[in-house]
């Protein structure tokens, strides 16, 4: 995907003083059929210009110009928000403190109370940062003259520096998040099932549905067991799921889509120490 100096570099146009901002297209809460909230939420990129005002300030304005290079970056970046949310933490993270913001916004405006519990899950010290974080991107470039194969003599080096930053302007009060859509959609599991409980034939179905072997001619039921209990154990690896061999409960096009869009070349979620990272749901929906 191509930056917005690359965009500016394609179409030689630098003549620009505008910043990139994180921003909420959509929002609202969802109800489950169980009950539960669900916040919903479309997020993108939008290029703003900074117009100097009489008084010497500048404000932030929306670039409407199509062939904009920001815009142009803007509207690449809106397209691929969520996939490449998947493969940067830090934008899947800015997603999800979006989801709780909207749920906070919606418990605010219903004047729901909680129990004095409720806020005392979590008592650990926060730490507090003392610098705002910023996004910014600067290119330096710099022009000389040559005749000969040699810099002309007397000739000053022209510099330049281009710079885009930006920040998020998660913009919740363009919302009436006061009240909550129903939805049939569901957001329990399944019951679980205790392999131990199954009769021969059913772990010969479940072995094959989960992409493993099952083994020719008669078979023991604990024999049936090992296997499905192996291949459940091999199902905790994500990654192994998506690589194409062995087992998986992932069907063959789905494995595919998803090592595209966890490239393990681009994505950072692989490495995620802290446990935090929630793999798909391989059922159908």
């Known amino acids: 995907m191509k930056s917005c100096m690359d965009w500016s570099e394609d179409s030689g146009d630098w003549d620009w003083r505008a910043r990139e901002w994180f921003v909420v297209k959509e929002a609202e809460v969802l109800l489950s059929a169980e009950g539960v909230l669900m916040p919903r939420l479309v997020m993108g ?67 729901i109370e909680f129990d004095e519990a409720w806020l005392d899950v979590w008592n650990e010290p926060t730490a507090t940062r003392m610098q705002v974080p910023q996004h910014r991107m600067e290119v330096h470039t710099q022009t000389v003259r040559t005749a000969g194969g040699h810099l002309v003599q007397g000739e000053s080096f022209n510099t330049h520096m281009h710079g885009v930053y930006g920040g998020v302007d998660l913009n919740l009060d363009s919302f009436d998040l006061s009240s909550a859509e129903q939805t049939d959609r569901s957001v329990l599991p399944g019951d679980a099932v205790d392999i131990d409980t199954l009769t021969t034939e059913e772990l010969r179905q479940m072995i094959s549905s989960h992409g493993g072997c099952v083994p020719p001619g008669i078979t023991d039921k604990a024999d049936l067991v090992d296997i499905m209990g192996m291949i459940l154990e091999s199902l905790a690896d994500f990654w192994g799921n998506i690589s194409g061999s062995g087992p998986s409960p992932y069907a063959k096009g789905d494995q595919d889509l998803l090592r595209r869009v966890f490239n393990p070349h681009l994505s950072d979620r692989r490495h995620d120490d802290g446990g935090k990272f929630v793999p798909p749901d391989a059922t159908p929906e």
Do not use: M, W
């Open 45 to 111: 990129v939008e290029a703003r210009a900074q117009c100097v005002t009489e008084d010497g300030r500048l404000d932030d304005a929306p670039v409407t110009r199509p062939d904009h290079p920001l815009v142009l970056y803007a509207e690449e970046f809106t397209r691929n928000f969520d996939l490449i949310a998947e493969r940067l933490s830090v934008i899947f993270h800015l997603r999800e403190l979006t989801k709780a913001q909207v749920l906070a916004r919606f418990v605010a405006e219903r004047g």
